[in-house]
């Protein structure tokens, strides 16, 4: 803080006195002003006027210890309360060292005797400079927090509108690219029917397996874009997901299932089936892994979704990568159900992604209550959204 630049008049200071004698404090007024600073001061001696005078703006406060029915201590306490960050210097004449440092560990900036006044200029300065440099920062804490906040909704917003293009190009080629391949596959297998030259139907027939080809990458597209199994329910769709990541890749995989009917919120689906589809993806190109586990449960309010593989694991580095966008994505897609993502890679191998969603806002407490997030037990790479 500058009280004062080249050429320019001292700020003026606005502190509240809390002293019940009158003569020190014309004595602390007269310290500070022979010391160069312009005060503006005001005393109070009674609790419920320093009280209410806590809601007016004030760069520091000043107090005595000992006063007719309370301490220096209470409106220290009463600061605290109401989270104010105000500068606060105990200033008395009967005060002991322990009393002096347990009032320094519960907040105040610092404390002087009234029989040595030559340092409370320097000790108010010092104190209006860190208290301003901490509202500062709890401003920028907080200007980070709502910037975090506006990053997270334009994540869902940028989600919630992918899934929505998906959707419409998943009508669309269902409607006019599958429409139009049918039909020409009726229509090619009408020729077969009636052709009667062998090389015309050889020509057919090749072009039927093109048709029915182009028809299965179709359908393989528009379940990749919007899996309408989805519609069958999670666990029906992670079944379905299973056995085809299994039939594609080679890779033995594994599902189970601690509950089949599952009541779940709008948007847990298909978040939990993302999930699902890019932990396996990522399985297939990178992990070189033998087996994959899935595991799919709903215990006290929390649904929980992990994915296992026995392969290569990962390494701090591989997501500090700039382009590892897709971990970050599910980080950003689970955060819109209120969820989170870990991923992990055991000392011996093998990779574990879970997906947690708390259901209900009793199972969100029950987490906070018993869940340490600050511990870190040396295996986990990426912690809790």
Do not use: C
Not at 58 to 65: G, K, N, R
């Amino acid at each position: 803080m500058t009280i004062s630049g080249v050429g320019q008049a001292p700020r003026l200071l606005r502190v509240l006195h809390v002293e019940d004698s009158e003569l020190d404090h014309q004595l602390i007024l007269a310290q500070l002003g022979r010391a160069g600073l312009k005060v503006e001061m005001e005393r109070l001696d009674a609790l419920p006027a320093v009280l209410a005078a806590l809601d007016r703006p004030w760069d520091a406060i000043i107090s005595d210890y000992n006063l007719p029915g309370f301490t220096g201590l209470e409106v220290l306490e009463a600061l605290k309360e109401r989270r104010l960050l105000m500068p606060f210097i105990l200033v008395s004449g009967e005060i002991g060292e322990d009393t002096a440092v347990g009032a320094m560990r519960n907040g105040a900036s610092d404390y002087l005797l009234k029989n040595n006044l030559n340092r409370l200029a320097p000790a108010l300065l010092h104190a209006i400079d860190a208290a301003e440099s901490e509202k500062a920062r709890a401003a920028a804490d907080h200007e980070l927090v709502k910037s975090k906040q506006r990053l997270h909704q334009l994540a869902g917003h940028l989600q919630t509108s992918v899934e929505l293009e998906r959707a419409a190009i998943a009508r669309e080629i269902h409607d006019d690219v599958g429409g139009s391949l049918t039909a020409v596959k009726f229509d090619l297998a009408w020729i077969d029917r009636h052709a009667q030259e062998p090389e015309v139907r050889a020509r057919v027939s090749a072009a039927l397996e093109t048709v029915n080809a182009a028809i299965e990458a179709s359908q393989r597209i528009m379940h990749n874009l919007r899996p309408a199994i989805l519609e069958q329910g999670l666990v029906a769709a992670l079944q379905w997901m299973t056995a085809r990541f299994e039939r594609r890749t080679g890779i033995e995989a594994g599902l189970r299932i601690g509950e089949e009917r599952l009541e779940l919120p709008s948007g847990v689906p298909l978040v939990a089936y993302r999930t699902a589809q890019e932990a396996l993806t990522n399985v297939s190109k990178h992990a070189l892994a033998t087996r994959v586990d899935i595991e799919l449960s709903q215990d006290s309010g929390v649904l929980t979704l992990e994915i296992r593989d026995n392969g290569r694991g990962m390494g701090a580095n591989d997501l500090a990568k700039e382009r590892s966008f897709g971990i970050r994505g599910l980080h950003e897609r689970a955060a819109t159900v209120g969820g989170w993502v870990d991923l992990s890679s055991p000392p011996g191998g093998g990779t574990s992604l879970i997906l947690t969603v708390p259901l209900a806002q009793d199972a969100i407490d029950a987490l906070d209550d018993s869940t340490d997030f600050s511990k870190d037990d040396g295996n986990s790479i990426w912690g809790r959204v």
